[in-house]
């Protein structure tokens, strides 16, 4: 039979397969072919013994959280405590561009922000805005059930930013689990335990363990400078094809952000991811 993966427990599999759910464990081949099963595979498998048999090919990955087979990433930002941290958000939407997954930015707490603090932020709302991602607040719940239909969708983001909480608002009959924030390291507990795939507005949605690291895996430091879009922009225009937008005279992109037309911070992080891995 075939199935689609929806959770994972240690060794245990769950595997849905049109109404039923089976618990598989995965055949010893898959360690020897250095393969594991992950969360949104589709398998074939044995559903009288309960054994993963074989993987169907994967359209992308994720390496944390540990899923595949995703249609777009719903990354939870949270504007107060945890605070606003673009590092980690440009970080993500370079990975998640990477590997061919729709970003999609949720920011949260803006209850939280003085006003100041809040028009302040409304800059880098309406930039990310601008140069293509689809960005919403958590209040606005009538938009973001719409996203889901049909979707292998994957939360992600800071701890503490508010995932399950969102979720048990799309849907409060999944009651996850949420926990308050550490006042001393300014992130929240980790509430997720593994990764499962819940059914939520017509898709299939993971909620994951928030992250405490992330790295950019095999990425060159050409492909990290190729998934930020306004750079693509105006790169054609710089004096070097190859141009690194760092220290080489000429550069469009640097020109772009001394004029404002790029964000400042964008540009200070995509030098930290290049020069500081």
């Given amino acids: 039979m075939q199935g689609k993966i929806i959770k994972q ?12 759910e089976y618990v598989c464990k995965a055949r010893g081949k898959f ?8 969360v949104g595979d589709e398998v074939l498998f ?27 990433a719903i990354i939870i930002t949270s504007l107060k405590s945890p605070d606003f941290d673009t590092n980690l958000l440009d970080k993500l939407l370079i990975i ?7 970003p999609i930015i949720i920011f949260t707490k803006a209850d939280l922000l003085t006003k100041d603090e809040l028009e302040l932020f409304n800059i880098y709302f309406d930039y990310y805005q601008k140069i293509g991602y689809e960005c919403y ?22 701890s503490g930013a508010g995932k399950s ?19 001393a390291l300014n992130r929240g507990k980790h509430t997720t335990r593994h990764t499962a795939l819940l059914p939520v507005g017509g898709g299939l949605v993971a909620d994951t363990p928030g992250f405490s690291a992330l790295g ?19 790169r054609v225009d710089c004096k070097y094809r190859d141009c690194m937008h760092y220290k080489e005279d000429k550069c469009m992109v640097k020109e772009k952000v001394r004029s404002s037309d790029i964000l400042e911070s964008r540009y200070i992080n995509y030098l930290n991811f290049i020069t500081k891995r």
């Fill in 165 to 183: 909480t969102l979720l048990n608002k799309l849907d409060n009959s999944l009651n996850l689990k949420t926990a308050e924030i550490s006042l």
């Fill in 9 to 20: 427990i240690s060794n245990d599999y769950t595997v849905k397969s049109g109404e039923f």
């Fill in 96 to 102: 998640l561009s990477y590997n061919s997954i729709k």
């Fill in 31 to 38: 360690r020897k072919m250095e393969v594991s099963p992950l």
């Fill in 216 to 234: 950019f895996g095999n990425m060159s430091n050409e492909d990290i400078r190729d998934n930020l879009p306004e750079f693509n922009l105006y």
């Fill in 137 to 158: 607040f958590n209040t606005e719940l009538d938009k973001i059930k719409k996203i889901f239909n049909n979707k292998v969708s994957v939360f992600t983001g800071q």
């Fill in 46 to 72: 044995d559903d009288k013994e309960n054994y993963i048999l074989d993987i169907l090919p994967r359209k992308n990955k994720l390496e944390r959280p540990a899923i595949v087979n995703v249609d777009q």
